[in-house]
């Protein structure tokens, strides 16, 4: 069919996504713009020092291009829900970059505090996994710099690689199914991930 009679509105983000792969430059393009408010929406919930909010746009519609590029439904559940991985991670990799550039512990609170929910419907935080260390509360964590990259590191240097993946997804708010999709493993494969991470917080 010409490009004339597409009616890109019509067409489900998965098949947007395949006939972008296939050199539709006019179906990325509508991607690109159907997704930018998502995008927008995203870079709110984050703070980056010296920069300013078109930065973080920037770098979550370079999340959302990846999205587009590396899409595999076959192990992924929906497109949106997979740009949103790739979004926020790409937010989250330009906020840690910003954080051990300029040592700015206020990027940390940001990602120790985010709110995770599990597929109980319990609600968590980063900090919830953490090792326990006296008198520990968001204005510590704020104004003690040192504490926070102490946290970072003893959390991170424990994990394996697939168990920082799925710790990554995890704090993102995807429940084990979700994950388990995007991995290409069992929801008890994700379980038994979680409770490693958390016995190796201990």
């Known amino acids: 069919m010409g490009d004339e009679k597409k009616n890109y509105k019509e067409y489900s983000d998965e ?7 296939h050199g539709d430059e006019k179906a990325e393009d509508f991607l690109l713009k159907k997704y930018k408010d998502f995008v927008r929406s995203k870079a709110r919930a984050y703070f980056l020092v010296g920069g300013d909010s078109d930065d973080l746009i920037q770098e979550g519609m370079i999340g959302l291009y990846n999205a587009i590029s590396h899409y595999d439904e076959s192990k992924a559940s929906s497109f949106m829900t997979y740009a949103a991985i790739c979004i926020n991670n790409k937010l989250l990799s330009a906020v840690s970059a910003d954080n051990r550039k300029k040592n700015e512990p206020l990027n940390g609170y940001v990602s120790l505090y985010s709110v995770i929910t599990d597929d109980a419907g319990e609600e968590a935080s980063l900090s919830d ?5 006296d008198n520990v509360n968001p204005e510590n964590i704020i104004l003690n710099e040192e504490q926070e990259k102490l946290a970072r590191k003893r959390l991170l240097g424990k994990l394996s690689r697939l168990e920082k993946e799925i710790l990554s997804y995890y704090l993102e708010g995807m ?9 290409g493993k069992t929801e008890k494969s994700v379980d038994n991930a979680i409770q490693r991470i958390r016995s190796k917080m201990k």
């Open 129 to 133: 996994v953490l090792p326990d260390t």
């Open 15 to 21: 098949l947007l996504v395949d006939m972008a792969r």
């Open 175 to 183: 429940s084990y199914s979700e994950i388990a999709a995007i991995i």
